[in-house]
């Protein structure tokens, strides 16, 4: 039987990058590996679609080595934590040690923009930043993948609420442009690197959605999508951010927003990439085919109609 390729972060909810690369090696075949956090019932859903189930955490020495041995292809992504460079590092020298011949790497696009003197007031961009370093001094094969903001993460997170009670999209944005891009387009891309990973070793891929524009575009994209009119209200970052403090929300995970928010309103995320229809042959999702496909989470329910 042919090796299993590592797919770590695969219990994430339906959708997530993580799971929907294991469906979509499953679906190809591929004998797949799928690192979870707990054993649960998305860990037993995975075991139902064919995978071989490994519960263990990032940071865990022995839980690494469980995940990557026998396996020569891998993926390491990890959601916003202020423990992203240790869990990487843990997985590089695992990998290494276990001779991985291809380690494909979750990274953030704003990574392009930084340098040994030029960094951003977000926390997670710096462990970023710092992970693709140790990965290429590390001397594994690795496939660096930078993915811009994604729509699960500003659009279908902290957007719905304001546009089913008020038919406003409420973000620190400014005038700024962005070219936001599913997660689904992303797990495409992971998946082909995956499935043939040799011809990309030591590359670096660009992922975005197919259009960089401003909020003002995107709101006409909310109308089109869901049959109303939605505008764009333009909010200070700072009151956003203690918003998101109260809400409960982790503080790095909150000091990484909020510097994300002051960059787009800076310009900083207009950014346009193909890679993601040069590696799959398929372009990726845009806002209004996003929403129109996620349209139930921006309606209120028919029962607030009824009211």
């Given at each position: 039987?042919?090796?299993?390729?590592?797919?770590?972060?695969?219990?994430?909810?339906?959708?997530?990058?993580?799971?929907?690369?294991?469906?979509?090696?499953?679906?190809?075949?591929?004998?797949?590996?799928?690192?979870?956090?707990?054993?649960?019932?998305?860990?037993?859903?995975?075991?139902?679609?064919?995978?071989?189930?490994?519960?263990?955490?990032?940071?865990?020495?022995?839980?690494?080595h469980r995940a990557i041995d026998g396996c020569?292809?891998?993926?390491?992504?990890?959601?916003?934590?202020?423990?992203?460079?240790?869990?990487?590092?843990?997985?590089?020298a695992v990998a290494k040690h276990h001779g991985?011949?291809?380690?494909?790497?979750?990274?953030?696009?704003?990574?392009?923009q930084m340098s040994i003197t030029e960094t951003?007031?977000?926390?997670?961009?710096?462990?970023?930043?710092?992970?693709?370093?140790?990965?290429?001094?590390?001397?594994?094969?690795?496939?660096?993948?930078?993915?811009?903001?994604?729509?699960?993460?500003?659009?279908?997170?902290?957007?719905?609420?304001?546009?089913?009670?008020?038919?406003?999209?409420?973000?620190?944005?400014?005038?700024?442009?962005?070219?936001?891009?599913?997660?689904?387009?992303?797990?495409?891309?992971?998946?082909?690197?995956?499935?043939?990973?040799?011809?990309?070793?030591?590359?670096?891929?660009?992922?975005?959605?197919?259009?960089?524009?401003?909020?003002?575009?995107?709101?006409?994209?909310?109308?089109?999508?869901?049959?109303?009119?939605?505008?764009?209200?333009?909010?200070?970052?700072?009151?956003?951010?203690?918003?998101?403090?109260?809400?409960?929300?982790?503080?790095?995970?909150?000091?990484?927003?909020?510097?994300?928010?002051?960059?787009?309103?800076?310009?900083?995320?207009?950014?346009?990439?193909?890679?993601?229809?040069?590696?799959?042959?398929?372009?990726?999702?845009?806002?209004?085919?996003?929403?129109?496909?996620?349209?139930?989470?921006?309606?209120?329910?028919?029962?607030?109609?009824?009211?």
């Amino acid at each position: 039987m042919a090796n299993p390729i590592l797919v770590t972060g695969a219990a994430g909810r339906v959708g997530a990058v993580g799971r929907t690369v294991t469906e979509l090696l499953l679906n190809q075949g591929k004998a797949v590996r799928a690192m979870v956090r707990t054993e649960d019932e998305r860990a037993r859903a995975l075991r139902a679609l064919g995978a071989e189930v490994v519960v263990g955490n990032l940071l865990d020495l022995d839980s690494m080595h469980r995940a990557i041995d026998g396996c020569e292809t891998m993926y390491f992504g990890m959601s916003v934590s202020d423990a992203y460079l240790a869990a990487t590092v843990n997985a590089a020298a695992v990998a290494k040690h276990h001779g991985v011949k291809a380690f494909i790497n979750m990274s953030q696009m704003t990574v392009s923009q930084m340098s040994i003197t030029e960094t951003t007031p977000s926390p997670q961009h710096k462990l970023h930043w710092l992970a693709e370093q140790a990965l290429n001094w590390s001397g594994l094969p690795v496939v660096h993948v930078r993915p811009t903001v994604f729509l699960e993460g500003f659009f279908l997170t902290l957007t719905p609420d304001s546009v089913r009670e008020s038919d406003q999209i409420r973000l620190p944005f400014g005038e700024g442009k962005t070219s936001p891009v599913a997660a689904e387009d992303v797990a495409r891309v992971i998946a082909t690197l995956l499935a043939n990973p040799q011809p990309h070793i030591g590359k670096i891929y660009h992922l975005t959605g197919p259009q960089s524009e401003n909020m003002h575009f995107f709101a006409q994209e909310y109308s089109k999508a869901l049959g109303r009119t939605i505008t764009f209200q333009d909010i200070p970052v700072e009151p956003w951010r203690d918003a998101l403090l109260k809400w409960g929300w982790p503080v790095h995970v909150v000091n990484h927003l909020a510097a994300m928010g002051d960059l787009h309103r800076a310009g900083r995320f207009d950014r346009l990439s193909d890679d993601v229809r040069k590696l799959t042959g398929q372009g990726p999702l845009s806002v209004q085919e996003f929403v129109r496909k996620n349209a139930s989470a921006f309606t209120a329910a028919a029962k607030a109609k009824e009211a």
